[in-house]
Every structure is written in structure tokens, then in C-alpha cells.
């Protein structure tokens, strides 16, 4: 059985099914992030009610806390956290490498860093980072790669391309949990070049899937989604492709627009924590004292749970007033916009509308200036 069906295409977007052990996937797909084995404030099946039809799990924080065999003696991840869909684990690179401060050496063989938990220097090698998301049971495993910051010297990034090939072919043939799924991150930054090369390397080994790494890490907005068109032309057309790290809601419709096929981010559960909600109007900060009176839902077209019963001026108080429903309701409301947002993508990409569909969300998401 193939792992990935490519349904229909329009341009360079594609709608496509991902198979995995716990279920099939429709992409494109917003994956919401749970790092430590929960969606913040959100219950699995309230997460499955919004439409969530995988969700990430996190390689480095799960070894450190609670620790991958204590998981595995729990029944895996799956069971631990009492969500049966498909559960993507990211390898635990992009921690690695990206918590300030914590990192000390990196080699050939691997990396050696500070445990962000207790600062105790610790070692991430491919074979760990596999035999991590063995033990969780994942549907998709990633590689361990390296994730360099946005603006090193080329040469940092040309030996980032290096090791991360070295490291997915050490990777490949690794023991796996029944069924589970191995991609491959490319890396290269902004560096066409370099990008190339690491599709290169990486095409011929023949992963479940590919991801993009090592983009949406701060660098500026035009260049990086040029890259991205070139990255993703890159891919093997036939499998699955991850773009990691992207939630907002113009950020989701340009990569989709350039053959993405996964995406994740902790932008909609991050930002209802600080109070705000993703909306067709733009970013609301309910902080504001325009709302104080406002009856409205966030969002009139949304049917989430905050949107079909409370208004605006009801969320302003609970988040003013700390309420911890107050975050629930916004989580509950972003990853619901996003979930529909990608939804309506896909159905545009069906019937080949893609590109009219893209210039309306976007024309009504942007012409209000986002509030922070
Ligand atoms: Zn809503």
C-alpha cells in the first residue's frame, strides 16, 4: 500500500491522503502541536470534534519528562495521551538547537547540549532520536537533523546539509514501531544551492516523506516562501511533504500554494494564551476595550465551541480576568479557523479553484492591520 495518495493538484497545490497505522490523513493538514503529549488546555476528544486529524508529539521533552520508557511501559503514546488518531513526533532537532543557550558541541557522530529542564549536559545521536520515537509509537518518525539559525555564515549551513544527509542515511534502516513512518528533514536555509543539494542527498533514500526544515525560523517573510518554491519543487512528487513550523493563517495558504502538504505550529494555542484570536478580520487582541460591549462571536462564519455560544465582551472578561476558560475558548477557536482554513483549501484544490479561492482568503485576512 502506498503511504501517500495524491488525490488532485491545481498548480502547485496538492490535496493528497496521508496512510498511516491510526487512520488516514486528507492533506494539506494543520497538525497541532503537542509538545508535552497535550494540546495545551485542549482534551483529545474536543480535539478530534474541531477536526484535528493528526496532532505532534515532542521527541526532546518527552525523553526529559516524563522519559520515553515510562511511556512505553503506559502502552506508548497513543494510549498515554488517550488520542487514537495519527501522532507525528518531531526528532527533537529543532529543540536542540533553537533553546537559547543550551547547546555545546556538535560532531559527526552527534550533538551534546543542556537539558533545558535541569541544565544536566545530555546527547542527541540519530540512533537515539529513532529509538526515542520507537519506544512512543508514533505514526510518522522524523530524523534528527540540524536546524541552524537564520543568518549563519554559508559555510555553517553547508555543513548542517552535510551532517543532516549523514545522519538520515544512519537513520534510514533504524528499527522502527509496527508501521511507523520515517521522513527525512532537508535543510539549506535561504540557500538555493544548498537546498538542492540537500534534496539531492536525501531524494535517493527513499523516506516515507520529506519535510522542509530550517525555514520560518525568523528570517524575513518574501525570501523565505521563495525558498520554499524551490524547495518543495524539489521533493519526490510522489510522497508526502512537511513544511515545519507554519500556523499563521496567510503562511498556511502560501506554503500550501507551493505543493506543501503538512504543516504545524503552536501559533493558534500560543496566541489564544495571550489572548488573542485568529479571525477573518485579522489577529483580535480581546485585551482591547473595543470589544468590552461587543456582542458578537470572534468570528461570525465560525461554528466552533466559543463562536456558536459566547460573544466577545463574555471572552474580553474571562481573559482580563485570568479565567482559564478564557484560553480554552481561544485554543478551541484558532485551531477550529485553521483546521476550516486548510479544509476550504483542499475543497479549492478539488475542483480547481485554487487560485481564486487563495486570493479571496487572503484579501480578506489582510486588509486589517494586525493588532498585537
Ligand atoms: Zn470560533
Known amino acids: 500500500m502506498s503511504v501517500f495518495d495524491l488525490v488532485a493538484t491545481d498548480g502547485a497545490a496538492r490535496a493528497g491522503v496521508l496512510h498511516t497505522m491510526h487512520g488516514d490523513v486528507p492533506t494539506p493538514a494543520f497538525m497541532p502541536v503537542g509538545t508535552k503529549a497535550t494540546v495545551k488546555t485542549v482534551d483529545p476528544d474536543e480535539l478530534r470534534a474541531l477536526g484535528a486529524q493528526i496532532v505532534l508529539g515532542n521527541t526532546y521533552h518527552l525523553h526529559f519528562r516524563p522519559g520515553e520508557e515510562l511511556i512505553a511501559e503506559l502502552g506508548g503514546l497513543h494510549s498515554f495521551m488517550a488520542w487514537d488518531g495519527p501522532i507525528l513526533t518531531d526528532s527533537g532537532g529543532f529543540q536542540v538547537f533553537s533553546l537559547r543557550d543550551t547547546l555545546l558541541q556538535t560532531d559527526d557522530d552527534g550533538v551534546t547540549f543542556r537539558s533545558v529542564y535541569d541544565g544536566t549536559p545530555a546527547r542527541f545521536t540519530p540512533e537515539l532520536a529513532a529509538a526515542i520515537q520507537t519506544q512512543l509509537g508514533s505514526d510518522v518518525a522524523m530524523c534528527l537533523d540540524i536546524c541552524p539559525p537564520p543568518g549563519v555564515p554559508r559555510a555553517v549551513l553547508e555543513q548542517a546539509v552535510r551532517r543532516t544527509t549523514l545522519w538520515a542515511e544512519r537513520q534510514r534502516d533504524l528499527p522502527r514501531a509496527p508501521g511507523q513512518l520515517r521522513f527525512a528533514i532537508t535543510q539549506g536555509g535561504l540557500d538555493a544551492e544548498l ?41 519526490p512528487e510522489a510522497k508526502p511533504r512537511y513544511f515545519m513550523g507554519i500556523g499563521d493563517p496567510e503562511g498556511v495558504i502560501e506554503v500550501i500554494a507551493r505543493g506543501v502538504d503538512m504543516f504545524d ?30 456582542p458578537r462571536p470572534l468570528d461570525e462564519a465560525c461554528r466552533c465551541p466559543a463562536c456558536t455560544r459566547f460573544s466577545r465582551a463574555y471572552i474580553r472578561h474571562l481573559v482580563n480576568q485570568q479565567e482559564i476558560l478564557g484560553i480554552r475558548l481561544l485554543s478551541l477557536h484558532n485551531l477550529r479557523f485553521l483546521i476550516d482554513l486548510v479544509g476550504d483549501a483542499r475543497r479549492a484544490i478539488e475542483r480547481g479553484a485554487f487560485e481564486s479561492w487563495r486570493d479571496d482568503a487572503l484579501s480578506r485576512l489582510t486588509p486589517q492591520p494586525l493588532e498585537t
Open 265 to 294: 505550529c503552536v501559533l493558534p494555542t500560543r496566541t489564544a494564551r495571550t489572548g488573542s484570536a485568529l479571525t477573518f478580520e485579522g489577529r483580535l487582541n480581546l485585551r482591547n476595550a473595543r470589544f468590552a460591549r461587543d
Open 195 to 235: 537546498r538542492a543539494r540537500s534534496s539531492e542527498e536525501l531524494a535517493p533514500l527513499d523516506f516515507d516523506g520529506y519535510a522542509i526544515g530550517g525555514l520560518s525560523v525568523g528570517e524575513e517573510r518574501a525570501p523565505m516562501f521563495e525558498a520554499t518554491t524551490h524547495a518543495a519543487a524539489l521533493l
